[in-house]
């Protein structure tokens, strides 16, 4: 089956650094990617959309220079969490949608703490 | 806008039990459905979805719903519980097959 990689799977930052979160698609291209941010016992929340070779298209609320996403290829979405600060403390989840099927698959997730 | 809501926050089943799952969503026109699962340290899988056709919708691992448009709800069934299913159920609507919105969350705990 179709399978979504996150790497790391956690990270441990201090406040003020930046953070990158990898999300691939190991066996299939995706046109589009998702990133969701879960808090304990919470919902996901969306935060941006982003498709191959262009600019993500952010949730509301959603700080676009904090939270820099770069879709490079069709395999491969970054999220960068610049100048993390302690709530940014979440679980980042992403999901691909493969471009010949139009399935959604998800990752594993990524926990961040930030210090 | 679209909306989902899972009334129960945490539900708790004996196994072998039947289980019923609420979902209520909001949407303008007939909504893509989704339950997905969440088991600690893993992805989300999908369970079942539905977009059209029979209301009655067959998943995985034993699993169905049924999509009822009077009532925007729809909820997810198992008739026999396994101390497996423990793990978090999020009711997912969208306009397609992504782009979709999330439900709170239910945890399922599975009593021996």
């Known amino acids: 089956g179709a399978v979504v990689s996150q790497h790391p799977s956690w990270v441990i930052c201090k406040s003020g650094t930046s953070v990158k979160i990898e999300c691939r698609s190991l066996d299939f291209q995706a046109t589009t990617m998702f990133w969701y941010r879960q808090f304990p016992k919470q919902s996901l929340m969306l935060m941006a959309t982003?498709?191959?070779?262009?600019?993500?298209?952010?949730e509301q609320g959603v700080e676009k220079d904090k939270f820099l996403i770069n879709h490079a290829s069709l395999t491969l979405s970054t999220l960068t969490v610049t100048s993390a600060h302690p709530e940014d403390s979440s679980f980042y989840i992403c999901?691909?949608?493969?471009?010949?099927?139009?399935?959604?698959?998800f990752g594993p997730g990524t926990r961040l703490t930030v210090t | 806008a679209q909306s989902v809501t899972q009334p129960d926050i945490h539900i708790t089943v004996s196994e072998g039990a039947s289980l019923e799952l609420r979902c209520n969503y909001s949407y303008g026109a007939t909504p893509y459905l989704f339950w997905y699962v969440q088991s600690p340290g893993q992805g989300l899988q999908l369970l079942l979805k539905?977009?059209?056709?029979?209301?009655l919708v067959q998943g995985i691992k034993g699993f169905e719903a049924e999509f009822k448009r009077s009532q925007s709800s729809f909820n997810l069934r198992k008739p026999s519980v396994h101390w497996s299913d423990a793990a978090e159920y999020f009711c997912a609507v969208g306009p397609t097959n992504n782009d979709m919105r999330f439900g709170a969350g239910t945890r399922l705990t599975v009593k021996p």
């Open positions: 539905y977009f059209s056709g029979d209301t």
């Open positions: 999901s691909a949608t493969d471009r010949l099927s139009y399935e959604q698959y």
């Open positions: 982003s498709n191959e070779g262009s600019k993500a298209t952010y």
